[in-house]
């Protein structure tokens, strides 16, 4: 653990290397979330409650696989498959879109929420909800469907983005 040791040394004696300090991972961990600002629980639970968004997109494309018998690992059905392809294909295109969008969205969450994190969760929520909206407008069947209130998590997602830069700026002045 050579990076928490000093070594010292006078002209006299050999050099005596002297602990820094005596903190466990645990007590460092717990400096860091000192550092974060209070309402910073509210990303965390904000990506929890789309984690579970997410496991119920995964369950509905499972239970249409199943339904309408499309078997892994092909990925879109097709007419041979069955006569309902293009509803399978929808419940399936609206859960791959929101895995699409996924990273970014957690991305600007976890980095904007270190400076801004109630705005980054108002925006969050409305993003979350707004998935919940575009996933089962397009499981409908009719791809249009998902735009009425889902077009909202774009509007979300430029929110956070917007979030992020002023976030950036901040830094690079301060």
């Not at 957690?106 to 108002?122: D, N, Q």
Request: positive net charge.
């Amino acid at each position: 653990m050579l990076q928490n040791v000093v070594v010292l040394s006078s002209p006299q004696s050999s050099p005596v290397t002297s602990p820094i300090s005596f903190r466990t991972p645990s007590e460092k961990m717990a400096e860091i979330v000192d550092l974060l600002p209070k309402e910073y629980g509210y990303i965390i639970l904000n990506l929890v409650a789309y984690y579970f968004l997410n496991f119920y997109m995964s369950f509905q494309v499972g239970r249409a696989r199943k339904k309408y018998n499309v078997m892994y690992p092909a990925l879109y059905a097709t007419e041979a498959d069955t006569e309902d392809y293009k509803l399978f294909n929808c419940i399936q295109r609206g859960h791959q879109n929101s895995l699409e969008t996924l990273p970014i969205f957690f991305v600007l969450m976890v980095v904007g929420g270190l400076k801004h994190p109630v705005i980054c969760s108002g925006l969050g929520v409305v993003y979350t909800i707004a998935r919940f909206f575009y996933f089962t407008g397009y499981s409908s069947g009719d791809p249009n469907g998902r735009l009425p209130i889902g077009g909202f998590n774009n509007l979300a997602l430029l929110g956070l983005v917007i979030v992020n830069i002023w976030f950036g700026v901040s830094l690079l002045k301060a």
